[in-house]
């Protein structure tokens, strides 16, 4: 009996034919990932201050001599941050009463905003300022919630109907609800109509994504994995050009919407997974597919190989919980989990917040994006040499040293330091985006095969968790006044990265390591003079059974 990996190998396990349908998939990381990230221009906020009482023409810029002064009368100046109040005016002082005596203050209702880098974002239209400044976490706390949604339901759906129905599904339900974002004009609708962007995203980026994976060979996989990174981050840089062309946020997401339409011829190229054929019991149909692509491979195979004969089914996934029967392995469970979570929270903490940073948001999305990929490219020449641990440990204390290390330049620092500040955030970006594609790698080698997919969806879950809570972490400012409440996000992105790389020195290095099969086999895994399992070793490849079945593929998308 001969596994699905066996037939691979025999028609070229990375062949012309998977090349070309392995592009196609991961061709659709571009809209997804300018989906996910259209947030950081979309909910961007401009420089603003209370609007003139009374004055309906009131603009952010100067109108001349009558308008400095009007404003001077009635708005109140922040020495200390060399700016207008955006919060409050002087409440006895209109435009017609400029010069009133009293000096008491009062909340303002209605602000005006600089048109310098934008015409118009969410937070200018709608006013998410000031009172309403928490309803920006939220939004971006339900756009995480997105990625969770669909990755359960969309994630299961693609095991029942198949990859390329459920490809079709989230590509088209992405395309109708953000073009239908593009014309709203309230939160509740902008909020729940972006939750569904990143439903119907996921959805069809896992479908698509594990319909290449599952041709290609094992030995491939764990590469493929991290390239599939590198068009996620051209997205990234689509969807910066766009935006510093498109300054109104309704145009900016039409346009993005329509990168759906450009994708849909590529789900007619792409074959439905011949191994999810195989386990509902069509083997005509995936036999098809491994004829082609053994004729495109120019493979010269037996016809044996070709009808998907004496097939050997995957071997049984016992359940998570049995990974909590042995101390040593709940312990490992915890570290790796723990680091999901945290690698999550950060890179989306960082990524999403890269507005906050001083200066120029183009640039510093510019910036972010090199050092992501970056990361992606340092991770393809190290990962193989240097080991898992290692370089998991290193990436997440060079990311966490990082966050922490921008404290100073907050506290202690003055306008001439905002550079530091820059340059220790996209470190933090760099260290952070290596981190999250080695662990998924590693956590992928340490469960041992029986129980693979449910750790590995266990973990998929932990970080989403991260997701939906970073924003929050991210504007603690909001909540803790002073140059402290501006430091501490980062001072908890940081100890937080710290924290789990320390505890990722107490997991067991896997490079050149036979991977566990059982229970057993991972209790004893990495300890010395234990057996260590007795099938494939981790020279870069998952094996047959690490392919996503109902989680989809466990990584930040």
């Given at each position: 009996?001969?596994?699905?990996d066996d ?17 196609l ?25 209370c ?7 009131d603009?952010y ?16 100046y ?5 700016a ?9 002082r ?10 008491d ?9 600089s ?16 009172g ?7 939004a971006?706390?339900?756009?995480m919630?997105g ?20 490809m079709?599904?989230?590509?088209v339900?992405q ?8 014309f709203?004009?309230s939160?509740?609708?902008f ?8 439903f119907?995203?996921i ?6 994504f594990?319909a ?18 590198l ?9 910066l050009?766009?935006a ?11 346009a ?5 339409l ?17 386990s ?8 098809a ?33 049995h ?19 945290v690698?999550?929270m950060?890179?989306?903490?960082l990524?999403?917040?890269?507005g906050?940073?001083?200066g ?9 994006n ?8 340092f ?11 290692p370089l ?8 966490g ?10 506290l202690y ?12 955030s ?17 956590s992928?080698?340490?469960?041992p095969?029986m ?16 997701g939906?809570?970073?924003?929050y ?14 430091a ?9 990265s ?11 290095e896997?490079l ?20 260590q ?25």
């Amino acid at each position: 009996m001969a596994s699905f990996d066996d037939h691979i190998e025999q028609i070229k396990p990375f062949g012309r034919y998977q090349k070309v349908v392995f592009f196609l998939v991961c061709s659709v990381g571009i809209p997804h990932g300018a989906h996910v990230m259209l947030t950081v221009f979309i909910m961007a906020t401009p420089e603003h201050r209370c609007a003139i009482p009374g004055l309906d023409n009131d603009t952010y810029e100067s109108q001349g001599e009558w308008h400095d002064l009007l404003l001077q009368e009635t708005v109140p100046y922040d020495s200390e941050k060399k700016a207008w109040a955006q919060c409050s005016y002087f409440a006895g002082r209109n435009v017609t009463h400029p010069f009133a005596p009293s000096n008491d203050t009062a909340e303002c209702s209605r602000w005006v905003y600089s048109k310098e880098y934008y015409e118009e974002t969410v937070i200018s239209e709608l006013n998410l300022v000031c009172g309403d400044q928490d309803k920006v976490a939220m939004a971006n706390s339900i756009l995480m919630g997105g990625l969770l949604g669909g990755s359960l339901i969309l994630g299961a759906m693609s095991d029942i109907i198949g990859r390329k129905k459920t490809m079709m599904i989230g590509l088209v339900g992405q395309f109708i609800v953000t073009m239908a974002t593009g014309f709203v004009h309230s939160y509740g609708a902008f909020v729940a109509l972006r939750f569904m962007a990143t439903f119907f995203g996921i959805g069809f980026f896992l479908a698509a994504f594990v319909a290449g994976m599952e041709l290609v060979g094992p030995d491939q996989r764990t590469i493929a994995g991290i390239v599939i990174e590198l068009f996620w981050a051209l997205g990234l840089f689509i969807i910066l050009f766009l935006a510093y062309l498109i300054r109104n946020w309704h145009h900016l997401q039409i346009a993005v919407s329509c990168f759906n339409l450009f994708f849909v011829g590529h789900f007619f190229l792409v074959p439905e997974s011949p191994r999810w054929l195989v386990s509902k019991g069509r083997l005509e149909e995936a036999s098809a597919i491994i004829r082609k692509a053994a004729q495109v491979n120019k493979a010269d195979v037996s016809e044996k190989v070709l009808s998907l004969q004496d097939l050997q089914s995957d071997a049984p996934q016992e359940k998570i919980w049995h990974l909590f029967t042995s101390p040593r392995l709940m312990v490992r469970c915890l570290i790796i989990f723990f680091n999901w979570l945290v690698v999550s929270m950060v890179y989306y903490g960082l990524g999403l917040n890269v507005g906050s940073l001083s200066g120029n948001l183009f640039l510093n999305f510019l910036y972010a994006n090199i050092a992501e990929t970056l990361s992606y490219v340092f991770c393809l020449i190290f990962l193989f040499r240097v080991g898992r641990r290692p370089l998991h440990c290193f990436t997440m204390f060079l990311g966490g040293g990082a966050c922490i290390a921008i404290i100073f330049p907050v506290l202690y620092g003055d306008e001439g330091d905002q550079w530091s500040t820059i340059t220790l955030s996209m470190i933090g970006k760099f260290g952070v985006s290596a981190a999250f594609a080695i662990i998924y790698v590693f956590s992928a080698e340490l469960f041992p095969t029986m129980v693979r997919n449910s750790g590995m969806g266990a973990s998929s879950l932990c970080a989403r968790i991260g997701g939906i809570a970073s924003p929050y972490v991210a504007t603690l400012s909001i909540y803790v006044s002073g140059d402290f409440g501006i430091a501490l996000p980062s001072l908890i992105f940081g100890g937080l990265s710290v924290l789990a790389g320390l505890a990722a020195l107490f997991l067991p290095e896997t490079l050149h390591k036979k991977l566990p099969e059982s229970i057993e086999d991972a209790k004893n895994f990495g300890v010395s003079g234990k057996s260590q399992g007795k099938k494939s070793y981790a020279l870069g490849s998952l094996d047959n059974d690490d392919l996503p079945k109902k989680d989809g593929v466990y990584n930040k998308y």
